[in-house]
């Protein structure tokens, strides 16, 4: 193994992204992953790049604003340097609530800014003719148009982990990290259940697994969400991101659907359910009733890195030199690019373009 000025602990798409931009600042690179690199909750996860402020925590708005932006260029660069085609989908998204439920105080601030959202007046047929208008009791489903992307988190992570390798980054896989070693107060590599590695600087991103790792037991956990993923009947027939009070449907360009998802408190268990995955199925033909010819490819579960106030642990730990960034849970995928860039920043000794302070795990 090469000498190596800084470890990442774990091979997710936040931890792939994170070593390249660490490559940039001219940083030789280890990334040590307990399993297959990519495999976890950036395999499993949906791609849809929420950025709405009804659905975004207060503290992570402006994160959330800055990383969507970010992601044209994010991706461009990935397929540049991997020679990899990534599915990033701007059709936007359809956000569905029933007449009775309100669509969250943030709607009513978006419905003033129509450059990123507008209620959608009477019945869908036109935007989405597949789609149903009404819900289960015959009336009109609550509609907004939101101008979010998507992308495809497989298509990214197997682009992130292709630059990473072309850029000269070394991977240790099928090796697990214990802990992170100290020497005179500072970090000094880590432990693994195979070896040691040496380094000045190492960053904890090893996702729900990160609280396991000495000597620092951050307060992150599991939650399981179970998905699936079909072959829609025609490769248009739904083109938008559609979401809904019991199910979310994110279309791909090559004509599947992705169904999803659970969240379920279920320790580490990856193991889908048949009644769970079959209810998902019910709700997206409640939904678009052609669904229903709908092939499907496969289901999985995955698990989401989740904290106590539901935002990740971003930054500096007490033992200089040791770093974290993981806890995002739902928003990984889309906070990728601005994780890696700012963490980048606070790693090489210099001013982060965000204040992580809400993100510190000293709040734990």
């Not at 996860?45 to 503290?59: F, I, N």
């Not at 402006?62 to 991706?75: G, H, K, L, N």
């Not at 507008?118 to 009791?137: F, H, I, M």
């Amino acid at each position: 193994m090469k000498n190596c000025d800084a470890i990442v602990i774990g091979a997710g798409i936040i931890g792939l992204s994170l070593a390249i931009e660490l490559n940039k600042q001219g940083l030789r690179v280890l990334v040590v992953e307990k399993g297959e690199p990519g495999r976890e909750s950036s395999w499993a996860a949906g791609g849809m790049l929420v950025d709405s402020p009804a659905e975004t925590h207060p503290a992570l708005r402006e994160s959330a604003t800055a990383s969507a932006r970010m992601y044209p260029e994010f991706v461009h660069e990935l397929e540049d340097e991997s020679g990899l085609k990534i599915d990033l989908r701007a059709v936007g998204t359809i956000v569905l609530s029933r007449p009775e439920r309100a669509l969250g105080p943030g709607f009513a601030e978006q419905n003033a800014e129509p450059a990123h959202a507008y209620a959608l007046p009477g019945r869908l047929t036109v935007l989405e003719p597949a789609l149903q208008s009404l819900d289960g009791n015959g009336r009109d489903f609550r509609a907004l148009f939101l101008r979010e992307l998507c992308v495809d988190p497989r298509h990214v992570t197997a682009a992130a982990l292709a630059a990473a390798r072309h850029r000269g980054v070394d991977f240790s896989s099928g090796d697990e990290v214990l802990g992170v070693e100290v020497a005179n107060g500072k970090a000094s590599g880590v432990r693994t259940n195979k070896t040691r590695f040496a380094a000045g600087v190492v960053v904890n991103c090893a996702g729900a697994w990160a609280g396991q790792i000495e000597p620092h037991p951050f307060p992150t956990r599991p939650v399981k969400g179970q998905m699936l993923c079909v072959v829609m009947p025609e490769k248009e027939m739904v083109r938008h991101v559609v979401r809904a009070p019991e199910v979310y449907l994110i279309p791909r360009s090559d004509g599947r659907m992705v169904i999803g998802a659970t969240a379920e408190e279920a320790g580490f268990d990856k193991r889908t359910v048949p009644e769970a995955i079959q209810k998902l199925r019910q709700a997206a033909i409640d939904l678009v009733p052609r669904m229903a010819e709908a092939r499907i490819l496969e289901a999985w579960a995955g698990l989401r890195p989740g904290t106590p106030d539901g935002l990740p642990i971003l930054g500096a730990t007490p033992t200089p030199g040791y770093f974290v960034a993981t806890g995002h849970f739902r928003d990984g995928i889309l906070l990728t690019p601005v994780t890696a860039r700012v963490m980048a920043q606070v790693m090489t000794g210099q001013m982060p373009a965000l204040d992580l302070s809400a993100f510190a795990a000293a709040r734990f």
